[in-house]
């Protein structure tokens, strides 16, 4: 194995071992100059011939390391999430609503699975955290908008046009705010409506007009002005400062037995009609958040 020699200056207290660069200065907060970190990230690395490599800053067990390699089950499934954002769009230009609404819903399942699967497998990386917010980029700013553009607002010409992009920026800042602000914010709420639920209610808004075509008029312009609002709506409560509840920590505590009453009911309801349940629900969800944030401002 090739040694890797500090730079001029550095403590010889840090070790190589089994491709895992310690850095023992930085062991706890506050670490050591990032700029000093990164020349000894890129010193660790070998860079001869064509590679096929990820080298990236961990912290292990409580020491700063440079660590080589992805975790495989987590990166997986955040690519399946990728591919169905990819074939959403596809679908969508192909004139295949439907199936491109179906594609953004299990880039949402996968995207909510390929977390947990990390958090269980302790395969938690800055590597997966950036992947897994690219990949949100494609299946829950860009499909999203791409659908809807299709289905309702390219007659609309340039306005058509102006609201799916509002859609797709709005996506891009909500996930930029998100990324910089990890262990900044309660992890029990999220700030702005999340990309994926934002995703959901514009693709079920979608499943209902087509499945609802006769009373609805896909290219009524009335209803194609509603899309436009709707898509912008949308787009707006992901780069607001209203909180919603995350549920990340629901799964952890108990609830009283009515609760589950409540969801066998709600379950009920849904399955009568999928589409048009998933998106009463993602609007009592995206008021919900509206209306504590009123009722904060005005008890403060």
Request: proline share 4%; charged share 15%; with cysteine.
């Amino acid at each position: 194995m090739t040694n890797v020699q500090p730079p001029t200056g550095q403590s010889h207290n840090e070790t190589v071992n089994d491709g895992l660069l310690q850095d023992n200065a930085a062991t706890q907060p506050p670490f050591v100059d990032e700029h000093d970190f990164n020349i000894r990230l890129a010193n660790n690395d070998n860079y001869d011939g064509l590679t096929f490599e990820v080298v990236e800053a961990e912290v292990a067990e409580g020491k700063r390391v440079v660590s080589r390699g992805v975790y495989l089950a987590p990166n997986l499934i955040t690519t399946l999430s990728l591919l169905s954002g990819f074939y959403s769009i596809l679908a969508s230009t192909q004139g295949e609503f439907y199936k491109a609404s179906l594609a953004i819903f299990l880039s949402a399942i996968l995207d909510g699975a390929d977390g947990r699967v990390a958090r269980m497998l302790n395969a938690q990386s800055p590597f997966g955290e950036q992947y897994d917010s690219l990949a949100d980029m494609l299946a829950f700013g860009v499909a999203p908008a791409i659908l809807i553009y299709s289905f309702a607002l390219q007659p609309l010409g340039r306005i058509g046009l102006g609201c799916a992009f509002v859609f797709t920026a709005c996506g891009a800042f909500r996930l930029a705010r998100f990324n910089v602000q990890i262990g900044a914010v309660d992890k029990k709420y999220f700030v702005g409506l999340a990309s994926p639920l934002a995703a959901i209610l514009v693709t079920s808004a979608v499943m209902v007009a087509v499945d609802h075509n006769e009373w609805i008029g896909q290219y009524d312009t009335a209803v194609m002005f509603l899309f436009a609002a709707w898509v912008v709506t949308c787009g707006l409560l992901m780069v607001s400062n209203v909180k919603y509840y995350s549920f990340k920590e629901f799964d952890k505590k108990k609830v009283p037995f009515v609760v589950l009453i409540i969801g066998v009911l709600v379950m009920s309801i849904v399955l009568y009609d999928i589409p048009v349940g998933i998106l009463a629900i993602g609007i009592i969800y995206a008021l919900s958040g509206i209306v504590t944030t009123i009722k904060t401002k005005v008890k403060g």
